[in-house]
Nanobody, 124 residues
Framework: QVQLMESGGGSVEAGQSLTLSCLDSRYAKGRTCMAWFRQVTGTEREGIAY???????HYASSVEGRFVISQDNDKDTIYLQMNSLKPEDSGMYYC??????????????????WGQGTQVTVSS
């Protein structure tokens, strides 16, 4: 049963923007800790940003100031708005969620649920 489903990936040129969406079909009383990760083939999954508790957020230094994570609880969806994209932002982007309501970090091992991923390719 798919509980997290990403969409919005694609191919763009450097400097352009892209917005990813993640539909959360889990039953949860309120929004638990959710995050975006990205992975390049052959490397470990990298935490990009998390959101919890009425919109508290945290970003990896590599994307801070360029990416924005947000949530729409009425639509059970979180978003990742990616601006000023760089070729090094390319990769498979995954939505992830914890059972906990409080995020403490961006370690993949702390997340309990994962989406299938959506590919982002940024050309120079």
């Amino acid at each position: 049963q798919v509980q997290l489903m990403e969409s919005g990936g694609g191919s763009v040129e450097a400097g352009q923007s892209l917005t990813l969406s993640c539909l959360d079909s889990r039953y949860a009383k309120g929004r638990t800790c959710m995050a975006w990760f990205r992975q390049v083939t052959g490397t470990e999954r990298e935490g990009i940003a998390y959101i919890f508790s009425r919109g508290r957020t945290h970003y990896a230094s590599s994307v801070e100031g360029r990416f924005v994570i947000s949530q729409d609880n009425d639509k059970d969806t979180i978003y990742l708005q990616m601006n000023s994209l760089k070729p090094e932002d390319s990769g498979m982007y995954y939505c992830a969620a914890q059972k906990n309501y409080y995020c403490e970090g961006l370690r993949a091992s702390e997340f309990d649920y994962w989406g299938q991923g959506t590919q982002v390719t940024v050309s120079s």
